[in-house]
């Protein structure tokens, strides 16, 4: 069984930082893609960074030039360095990723971490 374990979240003023961090552990052959995502109360889980296997990434408008995504030495594991931090920043935020389980695998499969919370606020 494959799961997704993250840290880091907890409460801090707007303007200030902190860092999330998402290990991938179980029965993985390959990862492809690792990223973030978000749920804020009463609106829907958006995108807010990716990480693909080959090295791109993607964010979403509203957090560029504020965060940034990276892998560990370790390929299964992906940080966000949130930085400047705004209240409308404040949500759950949840790892995602997608893997495969062998080298025969065409389909890759999708997991999804329980989430940390991220409050910005005063």
């Known amino acids: 069984q494959v799961q997704l374990v993250e840290s880091g979240g907890g409460l801090v003023q707007p303007g200030g930082s902190l860092r999330l961090s998402c290990a991938a552990s179980?029965?993985?052959?390959?990862?492809?893609?690792m990223g973030w995502y978000r749920q804020a109360p009463g609106k829907e889980r958006e995108l807010v960074a990716t990480?693909?296997?080959?090295?791109?990434?993607n964010y979403a408008d509203s957090v560029k030039g504020r965060f940034t995504i990276s892998r560990g030495n370790a390929e299964n594991t992906v940080f966000l360095q949130m930085n400047s931090l705004k209240p409308e920043d404040t949500a759950v935020y949840y790892c995602?990723?997608?893997?495969?389980?062998?080298?025969?695998?065409?389909?890759?499969?999708?997991?999804w971490g329980q989430g940390t919370l991220v409050t910005v606020s005063s």
């Open positions: 995602n990723a997608d893997y495969s389980r062998s080298y025969f695998d065409t389909v890759y499969l999708e997991v």
């Open positions: 179980g029965n993985i052959f390959r990862i492809n893609a």
């Open positions: 990480f693909s296997r080959r090295g791109s990434t």
